[in-house]
T-cell receptor
């Protein structure tokens, strides 16, 4: 039981390049989330999916897109990476929307030059 | 929307002493309050949570108290140990929109 698995763990991109961060959970959770973590800023929600087939914007969605591929997988795409998107990205999942503990993956450390 | 604040941003205690970390929230409809611990370079991990129908919850050396009137909740760690050194995040949710709003975190340092 791996919990929440994120790939890759590290990535360096050049400005303007695109990439997709992958996230998969094996806990049969309905809800999945993408956060970014910057020093002193805490965890900021980028997008979330309350259930399979739905996605909604969070606090900082600009420059990102998401896809809820199926119940297990939720990907985050950067279409044209910018240095301001250098951050640590965490995926999380929870059993149901709201009022349930969220379980986090190990994170993806992304640097954009 | 919900606003969660944590103060101060850093806290240092002597090993064996107690530590109290306080969070305030703005949405009176919030009813779920988890606490996460994040060690350096690691993922946030849930350590304890409380719901609005309970005033206090304990789990070994940690406890959380909730004051709905004042809209604040606190994490209490007794007999602190060096391994308690980490960043602690509080969060709040009203359940209606499935989102957790996190505070910016407090760095706890336990001096040996």
């Amino acid at each position: 039981n791996a919990g929440v698995t994120q790939t890759p763990k590290f990535q360096v991109l050049k400005t303007g390049q695109s990439m997709t961060l992958q996230c998969a959970q094996d806990m049969n959770h309905n809800s999945m989330y993408w956060y970014r973590q910057d020093p002193g800023m805490g965890l900021r929600l980028i997008y979330y999916s309350a259930s399979e087939g739905t996605t909604d914007k969070g606090e900082v969605p600009n420059g990102y897109n998401v896809s809820r591929l199926n119940k297990r997988e939720f990907s985050l795409r950067l279409e044209s990476a910018a240095p301001s998107q250098t951050s640590v990205y965490f995926c999380a999942s929870s059993e149901s929307p709201g009022n349930q503990p969220q379980h986090f993956g190990d994170g993806t450390r992304l640097s954009i030059l | 929307g919900e606003n969660v604040e944590q103060h101060p941003s850093t806290l240092s205690v002597q090993e064996g002493d107690s530590a109290v970390i306080k969070c305030t929230y703005s949405d009176s409809a919030s009813n779920y309050f988890p606490w996460y611990k994040q060690e350096l370079g690691k993922r946030p991990q849930l350590i304890i949570d409380i719901r609005s129908n309970v005033g206090e919850k304990k789990d070994q050396r940690i406890a959380v108290t909730l004051n709905k009137t004042a809209k604040h909740f606190s994490l209490h760690i007794t007999e602190t140990q060096p391994e308690d050194s980490a960043v602690y995040f509080c969060a709040a949710s009203n359940g209606a929109n499935s989102k957790l709003t996190f505070g910016k975190g407090i760095t706890l340092s336990v001096r040996p």
